[in-house]
């Protein structure tokens, strides 16, 4: 299994791609390309942070560069927790765990890509015209190998070393697909549940043209489980929303958006044809 996709290289990228925000006093958004990681921890209280996602490949430096940004250059990671384990999700997280030697938490369902045992289904490219769609055959299915590294996340439903923070199972993009949500402020990391581009769409990802979506349609494999993990983080009314692609969403046009996906989530999410489509 080839842990550190050294012969991916995919020449898109976003306007956004390195400019990073920060949407919460403890939550730095970084755009890498075409997709997005997650900063948690609050630099005027402490050096500590915990990753969200690991990114593209070849993104490592890129993303230790922000560490130093933000949190000094003594910067104290303490895990790296993923949403999924697709290849845009964990792009620089061999090279990350190799010089950091922190933990990796993911869903129990979510393991299996993680160790070794098993690859994702193959991208579907039938499923869009957009270009982006029409180019995921380039893109990397197989699983990596973090053997002992990797660990599921508690069966409590908190997420290590993120008080505050729960784990909610959402599946559907991928079996073991997870977001996270915190009560006090209701901000929610939905991973790729739903995104607020269209990322079949090779502009609108170019531009961050921002439209709320399903998740992206070449990679998911369960369009029954994707739609009901939409009703259920639409259920829980977040004011704050990040996504794995596309930029942030906040109060009514949050609202607004995922009561519109909720209600006509055939239409806007689910291909007419393809071969994960029933």
């Known amino acids: 299994m080839d842990n550190h996709f050294d012969k991916t290289f995919l020449p898109v990228t976003s306007v956004t791609s390195g400019i990073g925000q920060a949407v919460m006093p403890d939550i730095f958004c970084l755009p890498i390309q075409i997709v997005n990681v997650f900063f948690w921890g609050n630099p005027t209280e402490s050096r500590e942070f915990v990753l969200i996602d690991a990114g593209m490949p070849h993104s490592a430096d890129d993303i230790i560069a922000a560490a130093k940004d933000r949190f000094g ?100 993009h991928t079996p073991g697909h997870v977001s996270f949500f915190r009560e006090e402020d209701r901000t929610l990391i939905a991973g790729d549940a739903f995104v607020t581009v269209k990322q079949e769409s090779l502009y609108k990802v170019i531009t961050q043209a921002q439209e709320i979506s399903g998740p992206p349609k070449y990679f998911t494999t369960d369009w029954k489980a994707a739609k009901q993990s939409v009703e259920t983080l639409a259920a829980l009314q977040p004011l704050v929303a990040v996504t794995g692609h596309g930029l942030p969403m906040t109060g009514e046009e949050l609202a607004h958006s995922l009561a519109k996906l909720v209600q006509h989530f055939d239409e806007i999410a689910i291909p007419e044809d393809g071969r994960y489509v029933d």
């Open 73 to 172: 250059m003594d910067f104290n990671p303490k895990a790296i927790v993923l949403t999924h384990g697709h290849f845009d999700h964990v792009g620089a997280l061999a090279d990350l765990t190799e010089q950091w030697n922190v933990p990796v938490y993911a869903h129990e369902l979510e393991l299996p890509y993680l160790t070794g045992q098993q690859n994702y289904p193959k991208p579907d490219p039938t499923v869009d015209e957009g270009l982006v769609a029409k180019m995921s055959p380039m893109f990397p299915n197989h699983g990596i190998n973090l053997s002992n590294r990797v660990e599921k996340l508690p069966s409590d439903g908190s997420v290590p070393f993120m008080p505050g923070w729960r784990w909610i199972h959402s599946p559907g």
